[in-house]
């Protein structure tokens, strides 16, 4: 039997069990939900067991757990580490969605849930192509691999950032593999050479003991949600440039045959902004194309601020304490530390009259380039090529992955980013999809990437 004929006799069957796993509400950032990421993690070693992964085990961690296994019977071949993480964002807002998040649903070709395309899917896609490879070659593959998968992705991941370095030897690897990236375009098979750094903060303002009334105090009191917006206003300009003191020293452009690649692309500004952002310009730094901008340029941005009164109705309060999620995406040389260390002066020589401002650091990683020449990224292209029948295309992502900068550091591998989403699935917004023939291309597509690369 053909491994493409394999994975056609069983789509029903990998469909209904990704069906299964994305109807667990694994939502790592809700406490309320963590007997269901713990769910989440035990599907995954199901699975894994069996696929025929061997030391399939359930790690405990200070919070969510990891989940390990391995296959490592072919002397001589090469050792792909695979990762991935069965935890998920919030589906709010509930009212958006056309279907329950939770309650798989099929149109027009897409499977739409929360996790479908980021990253249950993409993830369960490994799991897959290795039992097809073990089905077609008597229980064995043509190389070695190693699951790692996490469940704090979206939100931090700082127990497996942990976990790696002291476990060297075991996880040890020629590369990594990660499918939580998107195709360029729908057709357009897309390898991933670099992820910006993301560094996420809180910031709280405080002001008077207590709330107060706006009648008796306001003209003579500060008021916290407006020290907030006051140096948050002050920490970039209308141009999207950052004006804390230092942010771009260590930022380098990326290089000119990047660039001239970069211009080759299907890229259609007016689409971007009427299809996927919806508003009615784009806004950025000047003198930066949409995809220099979103790829390889620092940026600053306010998620979400709380404070005083915000219930239907009025209230004339004068709020004593206020909070901004605030984070930065980094460019490859930039160092996640020295960036929080020109936040926080910044926030110290910027403080509004009478309040007091505290920095809490809830995530940092690095960003990350792979050399487009490593062995396994050209074996990749090669497969991705074939598979989708047309040149591979090499970008970046303006998003972070962190462990993929942790596997350089601890383990020394680079790591293979080849993504089957598409830029429209919704990623952390209601009605988010996974299309279906992407999914079991995927599938096909892996299985030969370890085939190949295991020759």
């Known amino acids: 039997m053909q491994l493409e004929t394999y994975v056609r006799e069983n789509e029903a069957r990998f469909l209904e069990e990704l069906n299964a796993f994305l109807r667990i509400p694994s939502i790592s950032t809700l406490p309320e939900h963590t007997p269901d990421v713990r769910r989440a993690a035990q599907y995954v070693a199901a699975r894994l067991t069996e696929a025929g992964l061997e030391n399939v085990e359930i790690i405990a961690t200070e919070k969510h757990p990891l989940v390990y296994g391995d296959w490592l019977h072919a002397p001589g071949k090469p050792t792909v580490l695979c990762y991935g993480h069965y935890d998920v964002q919030p589906p709010d807002p509930l009212e958006l969605w056309r279907t329950p998040p939770f309650e798989p649903t099929i149109r027009d070709g897409n499977l739409y849930a929360r996790g479908s395309a980021d990253d249950k899917g993409q993830m369960y896609m490994h799991i897959k192509a290795v039992e097809s490879l073990r089905a077609l070659h008597g229980g064995r593959l043509p190389l070695n691999v190693k699951f790692l998968i996490e469940g704090e992705e979206e939100v931090g991941g700082w127990s497996i950032a942990k976990y790696v370095p002291p476990h060297k030897e075991k996880l040890k690897a020629d590369v990594a593999l990660v499918s939580d990236t998107a195709l360029y375009a729908e057709g357009i098979p897309t390898l991933c050479i670099g992820l910006r750094g993301l560094v996420y903060t809180e910031v709280e303002c405080s002001g008077p003991a207590r ?10 009191v500060p008021n916290a949600v407006y020290g907030l917006i006051e140096v948050l206003a002050k920490a970039k300009n209308a141009d999207g440039v950052i004006q804390i003191p230092g942010i771009y020293d260590e930022v380098e452009a990326p290089a000119p045959a990047e660039l001239e690649s970069w211009k080759s692309l299907p890229f259609d500004e007016g689409e971007f902004l009427k299809k996927e952002v919806g508003s009615t310009q784009l806004t950025g730094e000047p003198g930066y194309s949409v995809l220099e901008r979103t790829w390889a340029r620092p940026t600053m941005e306010v998620h979400g601020i709380a404070g005083g009164f915000t219930a ?14 605030v984070s930065f995406r980094l460019t490859p040389k930039q160092d996640p530390d020295k960036v929080i260390a020109a936040f926080r002066d910044f926030l110290a020589a910027n403080t509004p009259a009478g309040t007091k401002l505290e920095l809490r650091v809830l995530s940092s990683g690095p960003a990350i380039v792979v050399n487009p020449n490593h062995p396994a990224i050209a074996v990749a292209a090669r497969v991705f090529a074939r598979a989708l029948g047309r040149p591979t295309v090499f970008t970046r992502s303006g998003g972070s992955i962190p462990i993929v900068g942790d596997f350089a550091t601890h383990l020394g591998i680079p790591t293979v980013l080849m993504g089957f989403g598409l830029p429209d699935d919704g990623l952390h917004s209601p009605n988010e999809k996974y299309n279906l023939k992407n999914y079991y291309t995927g599938i096909l597509t892996i299985a030969e990437f370890f085939e190949e690369y295991g020759a």
Request: no cysteine.
């Open 312 to 325: 239907a109705g009025a209230k004339t309060v004068i709020p004593a304490r206020a909070t901004a999620k």
């Open 211 to 220: 709330d107060l009334h706006s009648g008796l105090y306001g003209g003579a």
